[in-house]
């Protein structure tokens, strides 16, 4: 039985007519198989997270889009609800201004009273609630977005197209007009501010002329 020498460390059988060059090869492939996996491992780990960060990148890309995809979504929804809800009301207002014309006729000749006067007062009440605003008032410049001209005349005291007279008012809801108020015009009289201006310049004219030649003269 062969007794181990304490104090030595055991070492690769590399043959006896070996060269230097391959024993120091021999050693160096046997510390290279006892070095710790650690470092292996580590770089697993790496490439794991690696792959975890690009998955998480491209799933945050397609939340935010799909985020904004529902921003709108909800928009557009708000938008076609208000737009359904403002043409049913103008639809529904339509129908009753011929009542509010009834009612507004009735009031200029007096004959608003009793009950009538409460129910029609209820029916003013209710379309405002819906947002109807009436508009027209005699005297204010002609606009033919807002106003439909069924009369024309001529005035000498007006100095551009004026509404003289309220047929029937307009009315609206918010910004839409569901019907332009329709009115009778009057534009100024044609010639009328040559005239004025021929007249003033007479005038002038006259007084120069006496002041040159020492005032009018006396008879």
Not at 18 to 42: L, N
Not at 157 to 177: F, H, K, N, S
């Amino acid at each position: 039985m062969t007794e181990e020498t304490p104090g030595f460390d055991e070492k690769p059988d590399v043959p006896s007519d070996a060269a230097p060059e391959d024993a120091a090869q021999a050693e160096s492939a046997d510390k290279a198989g006892s070095a710790p996996a650690g470092d292996v491992t580590d770089v697993a780990l790496q490439a794991q997270l690696d792959q975890v960060r690009t998955a998480l990148n491209e799933r945050t890309t397609d939340l935010q889009r799909l985020q904004a995809e529902y921003q709108n979504y909800r928009r557009r929804v708000e938008r076609d609800r208000i737009t359904v809800k403002d043409i049913a009301a103008a639809n529904l207002l339509s129908e009753l201004l011929p009542t509010l014309d009834d009612v507004g006729r009735a009031r200029e000749h007096g004959e608003l009273v009793g009950g009538f006067k409460s129910v029609a007062e209820s029916l003013e009440t209710v379309v405002a609630k819906l947002g109807l605003q009436q508009f027209g008032k005699e005297g204010e410049p002609f606009d033919p977005t807002i106003h439909e001209a069924l009369m024309h005349s001529y005035a000498p005291d007006v100095t551009e197209t004026t509404c003289v007279a309220i047929l029937q008012p307009g009315y609206r809801i918010g910004e839409r007009t569901i019907r332009p108020a329709r009115v009778a015009v009057a534009e100024p009289q044609p010639g009328a501010q040559g005239t004025k201006s021929g007249s003033e310049d007479d005038a002038k004219g006259a007084k120069a002329s006496d002041e040159e030649s020492g005032g009018p003269e006396e008879g």
